[in-house]
């Protein structure tokens, strides 16, 4: 089976910054597309960022372009989210997620392409 474990969130101040980690067993990194999702309370799950299979190519949402990095270490089959100037409206918990939708052509990740079943990592964003 998958398991994507996820570890680095926390409690920071505004324009603070983060750095998430996912590590992802059970499977071939390069495989898969992978990406982070997160979901804030009382709200369904959103789709953050993703990166392609060879680290080529990302995706952001709107919310986090500019603010958010993503990147994937195949090797040793670990994913990463670099959170900087993070806002309150970034509070919520995120959970690393893969797919095997490619994006090469066009098109743009969405949520129910993703595969989360890690427990998420809990980020807050508060004065």
């Known amino acids: 089976q998958v398991v994507l474990v996820e570890s680095g969130g926390g409690v920071v101040q505004p324009g603070g910054s983060l750095r998430l980690s996912c590590a992802a067993s059970g499977l071939t990194a390069r495989d898969y597309t992978m990406g982070w999702l997160r979901q804030a309370r009382a709200k369904e799950r959103e789709f953050v960022a993703a990166?392609?299979?060879?680290?080529?190519?990302?995706y952001y949402s709107d919310d986090v372009k500019g603010r958010f990095t993503v990147s994937r270490e195949n090797s040793n089959n670990t994913l990463y989210l670099q959170m900087d100037d993070l806002k309150p409206e970034d509070t919520a918990v995120y959970y690393c997620?893969?797919?095997?939708?490619?994006?090469?052509?066009?098109?743009?990740?969405?949520?129910?392409?993703?595969?989360?079943w890690g427990q998420g990592t809990h980020v807050t964003v508060s004065k």
């Open positions: 990166i392609a299979e060879t680290g080529r190519s990302t």
């Open positions: 997620a893969i797919t095997v939708v490619h994006y090469y052509s066009g098109g743009f990740p969405h949520i129910s392409d993703f595969h989360a």
